[in-house]
């Protein structure tokens, strides 16, 4: 049977979506100096709201009467995803290199498996035990940089902690997510949920323009902002949903495989980022882990 052109334009997406999240990292490595994180996470959720909402506005007119039952809901995700997701990320990308981002950012699926068994009582088995804790010591790996016998005098670098609390927002976001049911479709819940991070995201942008970090206004924060809102942020999520819908949920988790790969190359070839030899010794036990902790 011949193959139809959503399923060529799917199977293209499989490899071009882990390069639309590795926009988000240059984002953060590109911000400082020119845009606050506050700022750059506000303007992004901003702007997607505003995106999705043009697609989903007769939904979110039909039901506006359902959201005060969900409110709280929402500005819980809203605070996980969008402000300790979207801000964090850019105040660690401010001095930790964006192949640091990629990698440990990788270990957030294996976590949501293991918080699905802990919490939703969903089956692990011993293959995905094996894969969680190998995912999990590659992220040690990457943060003690390959200096396991002196990690008790290791200095970790600020900015990879601030991405691992990123992380494990995220991993708490994607388990509340499935926890909490809604009744609004997937764009329109995911419309309000950035909605309620502006939210959240607004007194802490005030706040850091007036204390300590100014924005510049200018084009390059203007590009920042559309660049990270359009492309990590609406175009990978619409990617993400056509892929789910004509290649299968299975199939599609490739691309969780792809994204640290990406970032470091995308590191490496934009921002001029060494690749050490503990990133790849990382890479080597993350990357399994995820395939083992993700296998049915």
Known sequence: MPV???????????FITPLLWSVNYLAARWAPGVIAPHALA??????????????????????RHLIAA?????????????????????????????VNIGLIYAASPVLVT????????ESLRWPQALGIALALGGVMHILFK????????????????????????WTAYSLLLRAWPSAFGTLARLTLIASAGVLVLLPFSVWEA?????????????????????????????????M????????VSMVLYLGP??????????????IEWFHGVGALMILPGIWLSLRR
């Open 4 to 14: 139809s052109a959503e399923v060529r334009l799917a199977q293209a997406l499989l």
């Open 42 to 63: 506000l303007g992004r959720w901003g702007v997607a709201a505003l995106v999705m909402a043009a697609f989903c506005h007769r939904e979110l007119i039909a039901k």
């Open 70 to 98: 969900e409110w709280r809901q929402l500005l819980v995700l809203g605070a996980l995803g969008m402000w300790i997701c979207g801000a964090w990320v850019y105040i660690g990308g401010r001095s930790t290199p964006a």
């Open 114 to 121: 293991l918080g699905s068994a802990l919490w939703l009582r």
């Open 146 to 169: 390959g200096q396991w016998s002196a990690a008790a005098l290791l200095r970790v670098h600020a900015g990879d902690i601030w991405i691992a609390a990123a992380m494990l927002s």
């Open 210 to 242: 007036l204390a300590w970090l100014p924005t510049e206004v200018s084009w390059r924060s203007a590009s920042l902002v559309l660049a990270a809102a359009l492309l990590p942020g609406v175009g990978a999520y619409a990617a993400f949903s056509l």
């Open 244 to 251: 789910q819908r004509t290649l299968g949920a299975a199939r």
């Open 261 to 274: 790969l990406y970032s470091a190359v995308v590191s490496w070839l934009v921002l001029g980022e060494r």
